[in-house]
């Protein structure tokens, strides 16, 4: 095995690692010590390490772990569902639009087109300040700016599936145009839209994060979360540098984390990249270049 082939499985190991742990510290909040909605005013900036707090206190001096755990269970169910909702809407969207074409592709397309003329976290903003507060509102929030990702790429595949020889022969067959675009085209679109929806995860990880560091979408006295805990802690920066930066460090490594998973899904999935990987390049041969006569 290589040195770039045995970095990149290392690389791949800590990522999963990174993201396993940080779905078992959110599954599990409940039972790990402190009350992330509890104060203690006598015990306010402690610094990590101190007795009974592992990451120290805030400036209400509430808990830094149990604030963090529970921001992680609720940045999770906020990226996991709205990456599934997502998908799935778009998906189908798209899976009709490429399959059927004509006036439907066309609407949709310049629908697609206009929506992805807006910047995403822009647009999600605009929908959370529309929609309100609330878990449920910043995932319908969310799945409103992500879905046209879903709709293009599949969109486009379906285009290059629906000529292709096993459709042609399942037409010719008689079957149905629905058992075809949901038996036949749907599973073989089911790889790309994996690996896009796990490289969204962290984009919308980092959007949730964004809409609570300015104080929008779920309300940070009812529910800890990283954003928020990035905006409380922006004020202490010089007497408590944890308060920012842990939180902050979480973030960078949680989309990292999946940004790697993500481009080694999809190198799994394309059998270019793999050749590409797997064969050396040639080196073209050299050729000496030609000495002038001497005089």
Same mark, same amino acid.
């Given at each position: 095995?290589?040195?770039?082939?045995?970095?990149?499985?290392?690389?791949?190991?800590?990522?999963?690692?990174?993201?396993?742990?940080?779905?078992?510290?959110?599954?599990?909040?409940?039972?790990?010590?402190?009350?992330?909605?509890?104060?203690?005013?006598?015990?306010?900036?402690?610094?990590?390490?101190?007795?009974?707090? /592992?990451? +120290?206190?805030?400036?209400?001096?509430?808990?830094?772990?149990?604030?963090? @755990?529970?921001?992680?269970?609720?940045?999770?169910?906020?990226?996991?569902?709205?990456?599934?909702?997502?998908?799935?809407?778009?998906?189908?969207?798209?899976?009709?639009?490429?399959?059927?074409?004509?006036?439907?592709?066309?609407?949709?397309?310049?629908?697609?087109?206009?929506?992805?003329?807006? #910047?995403?976290?822009? %647009?999600?903003?605009?929908?959370?300040?529309?929609?309100?507060?609330?878990?449920?509102?910043?995932?319908?929030?969310?799945?409103?700016?992500?879905?046209?990702?879903?709709?293009?790429?599949?969109?486009?595949?379906?285009?290059?599936?629906?000529?292709?020889?096993?459709?042609?022969?399942?037409?010719?067959?008689?079957?149905?145009?629905?058992?075809?675009?949901?038996?036949?085209?749907?599973?073989?679109?089911? #790889?790309?839209?994996?690996?896009? @929806?796990?490289?969204?995860?962290?984009?919308?990880?980092?959007?949730?994060?964004?809409?609570?560091?300015?104080?929008?979408?779920?309300?940070?006295?009812?529910? #800890?979360?990283?954003?928020?805990? %990035?905006?409380?802690?922006?004020?202490? /920066?010089?007497?408590?540098?944890?308060?920012?930066?842990? #939180? +902050?460090?979480?973030?960078?490594?949680?989309?990292?984390?999946?940004?790697?998973?993500?481009?080694? %899904?999809?190198?799994?999935?394309?059998?270019? /990249?793999?050749?590409?990987?797997?064969?050396?390049?040639?080196?073209?041969?050299?050729?000496?270049?030609?000495? +002038?006569?001497?005089?």
């Amino acid at each position: 095995m290589s040195v770039r082939r045995r970095s990149r499985s290392w690389f791949l190991g800590a990522a999963i690692t990174v993201i396993a742990t940080v779905l078992l510290v959110g599954v599990f909040a409940d039972l790990l010590p402190g009350d992330p909605a509890a104060q203690d005013l006598m015990a306010r900036l402690q610094p990590p390490g101190s007795p009974g707090h /592992l990451l +120290g206190t805030d400036a209400l001096g509430r808990d830094v772990l149990a604030r963090l @755990a529970h921001g992680a269970r609720l940045s999770l169910t906020i990226g996991l569902a709205t990456v599934v909702i997502s998908a799935v809407v778009g998906a189908v969207i798209g899976l009709l639009s490429g399959y059927f074409g004509g006036w439907f592709d066309t609407v949709v397309m310049r629908i697609v087109d206009i929506w992805l003329a807006f #910047p995403f976290l822009l %647009l999600a903003i605009v929908l959370v300040a529309v929609f309100g507060s609330g878990v449920d509102k910043v995932i319908l929030a969310l799945v409103l700016s992500g879905w046209v990702v879903y709709t293009r790429l599949v969109r486009g595949e379906v285009l290059s599936l629906r000529e292709r020889e096993f459709v042609l022969s399942a037409r010719s067959l008689g079957t149905s145009r629905w058992a075809i675009m949901f038996k036949h085209l749907l599973p073989n679109l089911l #790889p790309p839209v994996i690996v896009v @929806a796990t490289l969204e995860l962290g984009v919308v990880i980092v959007t949730q994060a964004s809409l609570s560091f300015l104080g929008l979408g779920v309300d940070e006295a009812t529910q #800890p979360t990283w954003g928020g805990m %990035l905006a409380g802690g922006r004020a202490y /920066l010089s007497i408590a540098w944890w308060l920012a930066t842990i #939180p +902050g460090v979480v973030i960078f490594l949680v989309v990292l984390s999946v940004n790697i998973i993500g481009d080694a %899904l999809r190198e799994w999935s394309d059998p270019r /990249l793999k050749v590409t990987l797997l064969v050396p390049a040639r080196r073209e041969p050299q050729v000496p270049e030609l000495q +002038g006569e001497r005089g």
